[in-house]
């Protein structure tokens, strides 16, 4: 090939390139996107951890825990107690305990959902015969509520759809054309807050409104308190059956196991020569993932469970429906539960809820995460 030859070739495939850059940079440009992933780390299982933090950066020592402490070794008669309950009570023995501790000085800020229907019922607040009501009419608004609390104008996102009713005289109250949101009494020498909704501490909404603010004066509405203790008790678990048969049948359980012994004892003594060992065999690779998932579940691992499965299920998710993946979570969770026809609340536990210790309600999360991977791979 001759020098001209190769040099209309070059400059071809220059002048090619060339245009190919020029049409690209026409019709194509780099544009940034924000996604949302949700909270990290910590904060995507603890929901308060927003407010703990903010009274640690206010010089206030707290702690966020998932169980009730100790209430006559741990609480003293300064510390504030803020109680996130799961639509449960209290044994009568840890209510009477409660009661003690608020007379002598405590303070306790409890969400209403932990109240029965029939106040008489709930020895914590019997008391103040408060109910926790939901207005059925109203869905859940996050309107806020404006009120004076101690002499400043404040303004709250209560959830309207819920509020509090009582036939006693609260020592302070907010209110709203729907019933009370919060009632204040005086305890002995302590005091019960009592809040239809304590949603505004959460971490996605405290930043908003007053929430901050208020929850502060709130904390402060006695005395400066010595400590705080912020309780999430929406993971707990119900009391397994060992626990209540030791708890009930005790000495049933000491007979059997003693029974137990003496026929293992019985059965111990053998005849005749030892049989050799069999042959080892390799095991199959099912059975290392089975015992690898005990194990994790006996060391109370399930999140990492959960996690490596939502995992699939996101990935086969960007694969099928990517638009999806930028949808806010209930509007996920609802399309999610439409393609599996399965209840949204389900849908919603098994994709976000973390700290799961029942069994049960374990299972039951896999088993909806399976349905939406297989509702999504045959599209």
């Known amino acids: 090939m001759k020098l001209s030859q190769r040099t209309i070739i070059s ?52 702690e966020t825990v998932y169980f009730l402490p100790d209430i006559e070794h741990r609480l003293k008669a300064t510390d504030t107690v803020v109680l996130l309950p799961n639509d449960t009570t209290f044994n009568p023995l840890q209510s009477k305990q409660l009661l003690a501790w608020i007379q002598k000085g405590g303070h306790l800020i409890l969400e209403g959902s932990v109240l029965w229907d029939d106040p008489r019922d709930n020895l914590l607040l019997a008391p103040f015969q408060v109910q926790s009501k939901s207005n059925e009419d109203i869905k859940k608004s996050s309107t806020a509520l404006k009120f004076k609390w101690q002499k400043q104008s404040l303004q709250i996102a209560f959830d309207r759809s ?35 909704d304590l949603d ?41 059956l060992w626990s209540l048969l030791w708890q009930h049948a005790w000495t049933l359980l000491i007979s059997a196991a003693v029974l137990l012994m003496i026929w293992l004892w019985s059965i111990s003594r053998r005849f005749g020569s030892v049989l050799p060992p069999p042959p080892r065999t390799r095991r199959r690779l099912l059975e290392h993932i089975e015992a690898s998932g005990r194990f994790l579940w006996q060391q109370q691992q399930t999140d990492v469970l959960l996690k490596e499965t939502r995992q699939v299920v996101l990935k086969r998710l960007a694969q099928i429906h990517p638009d999806w993946l930028q949808l806010p979570r209930d509007e996920l969770v609802t399309q999610l539960a439409q393609l599996c026809h399965l209840p949204p609340e389900e849908v919603h536990t098994a994709l976000y809820r973390y700290n799961i210790r029942n069994e049960a309600y374990f299972t039951r999360a896999m088993q909806i995460l399976v349905a939406v991977k297989s509702a999504m791979d045959t599209q």
């Open 11 to 62: 400059s071809l495939i220059v002048i090619v390139f060339l245009v190919i850059v020029y049409w690209f940079s026409l019709n194509f440009q780099i544009v940034w996107e924000k996604t949302y992933v949700g909270y990290q780390g910590e904060a995507a299982y603890n929901s308060l951890l927003a407010a703990q933090r903010l009274l640690e950066r206010l010089d206030l020592s707290t």
């Open 162 to 196: 819920r509020r509090l009713d009582t036939k006693s005289k609260p020592l302070k109250f907010v209110k709203s054309q729907q019933g009370y949101h919060l009632l204040h009494y005086r305890y002995g020498q302590g005091l019960v807050s009592v809040l239809s």
């Open 200 to 240: 505004f501490i959460a971490n996605a909404q405290i930043g908003q409104y007053d929430h901050a603010q208020f929850f502060w004066q709130l904390i402060q509405f006695k005395t400066p308190p010595h400590f705080v203790w912020l309780i999430d008790m929406r993971g707990l678990d119900t009391p397994s």
